[in-house]
């Protein structure tokens, strides 16, 4: 097969509003940066088919947004709309995108001219991919990694759901290596899964991704790229509600640079070099909303806390998780069809004997854990975070647990009731089938 590699910087200037946490250390919008934000862009073609896949370092991308940017991709540089795949590293040290509706401060949530260089720099970043490709061969290999930890443990939360024990993550880090014809290195992709929230700080970052490529690209002569996976329970091993910083970053990145590495004692070559892509729809459907005289009462007492706050960030988070709220519900009970269930895309990518499937949600790590072991691949990427973000798709498990996936969560991403865990089966149903359809 044939690949190439294309990155671009797209941190922006400060002023910008963060996107991640209702409170910072600082302000509520970037005063600079602790290391730039890429997009990386990793071009495959086997002769017949190619395919792009783009790695950012933000929060998430809207749906609308990554459905009006790939046919544009396409016009200027020819890779089909369905073969363009869209991953996020969900770092919260990133400018809003607009999947998080409301920021504190009085910075829009979302810049417009921002996301507008965001596309052109994708489009940049591909067309460079695909302009330096060169013959490549694939190896394949795996580790574990405990970098992160159950953020629902006891141990990691004392005040939470306590959902399993400190360990309970998916440690699977899975690596692909592109290697060209003189044993060089073009690219090194990694997937892990874990929450990129080692700080509040009011700075853009990468978070502990950083680290870990700098890492990796000093030991391979390379560029890395990162695919965050099933992550949505998953914090940096030491992240606490009154601990996060730029050191954690590092500890947590190199330690998962570490795993990294051990991984790539392990490659092997893939035996196909078959590349495609495929996608199928998938519901997410709504639980139950509460009525409209609860609405109205929530609104009120949130009316009440805001008025009474003693800071900014204690208005905004009872206007966030109640004002706001009440009037999505509102919304949504005006119009029970739409109500019901949203319809996404659950993609898959082949990459010779790789296969990388894409969710638009914050997976569990039980769930991740599920659709490896479902795998049609030899060797499996759990992506998610990716081709849009709609929210925690909570398991059967956690939802009678609660905890802040459950019960806050989903008033953040301005949505009127949680996600049904029915969703997070619709989204593996979908997965199986498009990883069938790519490895029959």
Same mark, same amino acid.
């Given at each position: ?6 990155r671009?910087?797209i941190t922006?200037?400060?002023g ?5 946490f209702?409170a910072?250390n600082?302000?509520?919008?970037a005063?600079?940066?602790h290391?730039?934000?890429y997009?990386?862009?990793?071009a495959v073609?086997?002769g017949?088919s ?6 950012y370092d933000?929060i998430?991308?809207?749906s609308?947004w990554?459905?009006s940017t790939r046919?544009t991709v396409?016009?200027e540089?020819?890779v089909?709309?369905?073969s363009q795949?869209?991953?996020?590293s969900?770092t919260?040290?990133g400018?809003g995108t607009?999947v998080?509706?409301?920021?504190l401060?009085?910075a829009p949530a979302?810049?417009k ?9 994708t ?10 490709m060169s013959?490549?061969r694939?190896?394949l290999g795996s580790?574990?990694s405990y970098?992160g930890w159950?953020?629902r443990?006891?141990e990691?939360?004392p005040?939470?759901p306590?959902?399993g024990g400190?360990d ?7 690596v692909?290596q592109?290697?060209l014809?003189?044993?060089g290195v073009?690219?090194?992709?990694v997937?892990?899964?874990c929450?990129a929230?080692?700080?509040?700080d009011s ?5 502990y991704i950083g680290?870990?490529r700098?890492?990796?690209?000093e ?8 695919v965050?996976?099933?992550g949505?329970?998953?914090n ?5 509600h $009154?601990?996060?910083?730029?050191e ?8 998962? =640079? #570490?795993? %990294?590495?051990?991984a790539? /004692?392990?490659l092997e ?12 729809p998938?519901?997410?459907v709504?639980?139950?909303l509460?009525?409209?005289e609860q609405a109205?009462?929530i609104r009120?007492?949130?009316e009440?806390a805001a008025?009474?706050?003693?800071s900014p ?6 206007m966030w ?6 009037e999505r ?8 069809e739409?109500?019901?269930h949203?319809e996404?895309?659950?993609q898959?990518?082949?990459?010779? $004997?790789l ?6 949600s ?5 769930d =991740? #854990?599920? %659709?490896?072991?479902?795998? /049609?691949s030899?060797n499996l990427?759990v992506a998610c ?6 929210g925690y798709?909570?398991t ?8 802040y996936?459950?019960e806050?969560a989903?008033?953040i991403?301005g949505q ?6 029915v969703?997070?089966?619709n ?14």
């Open positions: 097969m044939n690949a190439g590699v294309g671009r910087d922006p200037a400060p910008l509003a963060m996107s991640g209702a910072r600082g302000p509520p919008t005063v600079g940066t290391d730039p934000i997009v990386s862009a990793l073609s086997d017949v190619t395919v792009l896949l783009f790695c933000l998430g991308l809207p609308e990554v459905s046919p396409e016009r540089c020819g089909a709309a369905r795949m869209y991953c996020c969900h919260h040290c400018p607009g998080i509706p409301y920021v401060g009085d979302v810049d001219e921002f996301m507008a260089l965001l596309a052109r720099h489009t940049s970043a591909a067309r460079e991919a695909l302009n330096s013959a490549v694939l190896d580790a574990e970098a159950n953020r443990s006891a990691a939360s005040s939470g306590d959902d400190v309970d993550i998916d440690p699977a880090v899975v692909a592109f290697l014809d003189d044993g073009l690219a090194t992709l997937n892990y899964g929450h929230t080692s700080s509040r700075y853009y970052s990468s978070d680290y870990m700098t890492l990796v690209e030991e391979t002569s390379g560029p890395c790229m990162y965050n996976g099933a949505g329970d998953v940096p091993r030491g992240a606490a $009154d601990f996060r910083s730029f954690l970053a590092a500890a947590t990145g190199q330690r998962l =640079g #570490r795993d %990294v590495v051990d790539l /004692g392990s070559p893939s035996e196909s070099h078959q590349v495609g892509s495929a996608s199928a998938a519901q997410l709504y639980g139950d509460i009525s409209l109205r009462q009120a007492d949130g009440k008025a009474r706050a003693q960030a204690d208005e905004f988070a009872s998780t109640q004002v706001f709220y009440a519900v509102q919304e949504a009970l005006e119009d029970p739409g109500a019901a949203i996404v895309e659950v898959a990518l082949r990459i010779g $004997d296969g990388i499937a894409a969710f638009p914050e997976f569990f790590s039980d =991740g #854990r599920a %659709v490896r072991r479902e795998r /049609g030899p990427m975070w990716s081709n849009g973000l709609w798709t909570p059967r498990r956690a939802m009678p647990l609660g905890g996936e459950v806050v989903f008033k991403y009127p009731a949680v996600w049904d865990p969703s997070g089966d989204l593996r149903a979908a997965a199986r089938l498009v990883i069938g359809d790519l490895f029959p």
